[in-house]
T-cell receptor
């Protein structure tokens, strides 16, 4: 079984400050890991994904995440927050890395990011 | 880029009626699609895996007779909520797995309100 834990349901930062959203996973097999963003009343947009290549993954909108196997973490960061980054962010793990069930995602609880002027 | 479209985006139905939500991959073939449900202020929970030409695989606790899934073609999966009740009100979102490259794309989601 796989699980994802996002530490902090709400994170608040000032515009221009570092964004750090935490994600820890549990998986019995090498995981595929994802970060998605959801704006109000919209679907999910993929920010980035880890698929066993480089441990530091760069995504869209200046976000990046680092896969740390020893810490079972995949934290999302952005050096400088923009007002437009305010949204809810979900970390997810794939049930099977590359298998026929690839795409069955287990999501974390979500973290709402608020950006203050 | 690849797009997955859901229809309708918003639907209100009366308790006891059925409502159908469509998930279409617009420019790629999707042999596998996934249906998720998101209750307010909660995360997304996988309901079922939809495979083209075969029966859907439901997650534990999801009633297959209530949530009918049909994946009749490589570009369309439908979720029908039968005999809907207010507790079925939720945000339903699908994703499609592109056969080439193992990429996953999400639809925009569908808000269902049962009154």
């Amino acid at each position: 079984a796989q699980s994802v834990t996002q530490l902090g349901s709400h994170v608040s930062v000032s515009e221009g400050a570092l964004v750090l959203l935490r994600c820890n996973y549990s998986s019995s097999v090498p995981p595929y890991l994802f970060w998605y963003v959801q704006y109000p009343n919209q679907g999910l947009q993929l920010l980035l994904k880890y698929t066993s290549a480089a441990t530091l993954v760069k995504g869209i909108n200046g976000f990046e995440a680092e896969f740390k196997k020893s810490e079972t973490s995949f934290h999302l960061t952005k050096p400088s927050a923009h007002m437009s980054d305010a949204a809810e962010y979900f970390c997810a793990v794939s049930h099977e890395a590359g298998g026929t069930s690839y795409g069955k995602l287990t999501f974390g609880q979500g973290t709402i990011l608020t950006v203050h002027p | 880029g690849a797009v997955v479209s859901q229809h309708p985006s918003w639907v209100i139905c009366k308790s006891g009626t059925s409502v159908k939500i469509e998930c279409r991959s617009l420019d790629f073939q999707a042999t596998t699609m996934f249906w998720y449900r998101q209750f307010p202020k909660q995360s997304l929970m996988l309901m079922a895996t939809s495979n083209e030409g075969s029966k859907a695989t439901y997650e534990q606790g999801v009633e297959k007779d209530k949530f009918l899934i049909n994946h009749a073609s490589l570009t369309l999966s439908t979720l029908t909520v039968t005999s809907a009740h207010p507790e079925d009100s939720s945000f339903y979102i699908c994703s499609a797995r592109q056969a080439a490259g193992n990429t996953i794309y999400f639809g925009e989601g569908s808000w269902l309100t049962v009154v």
